[in-house]
């Protein structure tokens, strides 16, 4: 079965803090993306992670993805309260792109 | 440039009763996605088009659920006799390649 996994589903943190969330996939394209959603709102494009050992970053927010182990991470520095949202990752499920989702990532921090 | 954009944004109807929603993409991209998003959950994929022609349709719950894009552009997604359980949020995104451009969405609530 394809899957897509998060963990941790929801996460509360102080601004300036690290931390970390997970996605395992079981699919077998190895592409994997993360997007933002704001409440009410739609899903934006954060990071396209297409080969294995791939990296992005963009301001405090970096993205890595490791084929092997099907697992990709995003990594947040320093939080602030701006990047409270919840966070998807998905995975293609073949050579269509549609994607499977993970359940999200409800990211609340705290000033 | 403009994005995709859905309408209506919002829809209130009584169980049983049909409706469509409509998604026009980005010009030019020629993959059309839809997708529905329940509460608290990722996005659960529905049908892919590709020009004209539905690609993949094995997302669709089951046979009240029609999509169409006669003209390769706008899409309309047809649901007939609605069920309480198919209130959610019903997104469209396309692609020239990747990653794949959301709409606001459309909430659907039957009531």
């Known amino acids: 079965e394809l899957k897509v996994e998060q963990n941790p589903l929801f996460l509360s943190m102080q601004e300036g803090k690290n931390y970390t969330i997970y996605c395992n996939y079981s699919?077998?394209?190895?592409?994997l993306y993360w997007y933002r959603q704001d409440p009410g709102k739609s899903l934006e494009s954060l990071f396209v992670?297409?080969?294995n050992g791939a990296v992005k970053q963009e301001g405090r927010l970096m993205a890595s993805l490791d084929t092997k182990a099907r697992l990709s991470t995003l990594h947040i520095t320093a939080a602030v309260h701006d990047l409270s949202a919840t966070y998807f990752c998905?995975?293609?499920?073949?050579?269509?792109?549609?994607?499977?989702w993970g359940a999200g990532t409800k990211l609340i921090i705290k000033p | 440039g403009a994005g995709v954009s859905q309408t209506p944004s919002n829809k209130v109807t009584e169980k049983g009763k049909y409706v469509e929603l409509r998604c026009d993409p980005i010009?030019?991209?020629?993959?059309l996605y839809w997708y529905r998003q329940s509460l608290g959950q990722g996005p659960e994929f529905l049908i892919y088009?590709?020009?004209?022609?539905?690609?993949?349709d094995s997302g669709l719950p089951n046979d009240r659920f029609f999509a169409v894009r006669p003209e390769g552009s706008v899409s309309t997604l047809k649901i007939q006799r609605t069920e309480r359980g198919y209130s959610a949020v019903y997104l469209c995104?396309?692609?020239?390649?990747?990653?794949?451009?959301f709409g606001d969405g459309t909430r659907l609530s039957i009531l």
């Open positions: 010009s030019g991209h020629t993959a």
């Open positions: 088009f590709q020009g004209t022609g539905a690609a993949d």
């Open positions: 992670l297409l080969s």
């Open positions: 699919t077998t394209s190895d592409r």
């Open positions: 995104a396309s692609r020239p390649g990747q990653p794949q451009h």
């Open positions: 998905a995975a293609d499920m073949d050579s269509n792109y549609q994607l499977i």
